[in-house]
Every structure is written in structure tokens, then in C-alpha cells.
Nanobody
């Protein structure tokens, strides 16, 4: 069992930056591929970024490529999402997720989810 808790969301002006954190419980964090997803009001959940269990490989949605960076610190059981050059369309609830045996962007195939943290970007 893995419990995930996100933090770091808030209100920021367009062009600004935020860093989200996702802290995991349990001693097996280093065995999980991790992903960030977001859900904007009235829209479906969408993939944002993902990273392999050892941090060796990462992937991004086209909409955030070049602006967002995913990273992890297995010693701290934490995955991060650095978000730069934020745009109003980045406004959403951001959630992290863990997948033991899946490497991809289908949220339904992730095993554990956090509750999410709100990010609001004003214009």
C-alpha cells in the first residue's frame, strides 16, 4: 500500500512558477513509476508528466514540454513537478499517481493516487 500526499499548489500569476511535491508513505516508493495528472474544471483528467522508478527516464505532455520538469528523490520518497512559465490554461487540480508495473500515460492503469492540490494561474 502506498499513500500519496501532494503539496505546493496555490495561486500564481501567468509567467510565474510553482513546485509541486508528492510525498509517499511506505518503503517501496523506489519500486514505482510515478506520474502527474491534472483535471481542469469541466474537463477530463489529463496526463502531465511521468518518471521511471529510478528517475532515469521521463516523459511529458506536449502542452507542458519545455516548461515543466518532473523529478524524484527516492531517499525522501518524494516526486516533484517544477512548473515554469505558467499559463492560465494550466489551472487545474494536480494529482500524483504511482504505478508498480506500468509505464505510460493511462491514468486508469496507475495503482495509487493522491488527493490533489489546486493550482490557479491568473492572467
Amino acid at each position: 500500500q502506498v499513500q500519496l500526499v501532494e503539496s505546493g499548489g496555490g495561486l500564481v500569476q501567468a509567467g510565474g512558477s510553482l513546485r509541486l511535491s508528492c510525498a509517499a508513505s511506505g518503503r517501496t516508493f523506489g519500486s514505482y513509476n510515478m506520474g502527474w495528472f491534472r483535471r481542469a474544471p469541466g474537463k477530463e483528467r489529463e496526463f502531465v508528466a511521468r518518471i521511471t522508478f529510478n528517475g532515469g527516464v521521463s516523459a511529458y505532455a506536449d502542452s507542458v514540454k519545455g516548461r515543466f520538469t518532473i523529478s524524484r528523490d527516492n531517499a525522501k520518497s518524494t516526486v516533484y513537478l517544477q512548473m515554469n512559465s505558467l499559463k492560465p490554461e494550466d489551472t487545474a487540480v494536480y494529482s500524483c499517481a504511482a504505478a508498480r508495473n506500468y509505464w505510460g500515460q493511462e491514468g486508469r492503469l496507475y495503482d495509487y493516487w493522491g488527493q490533489g492540490t489546486q493550482v490557479t494561474v491568473s492572467s
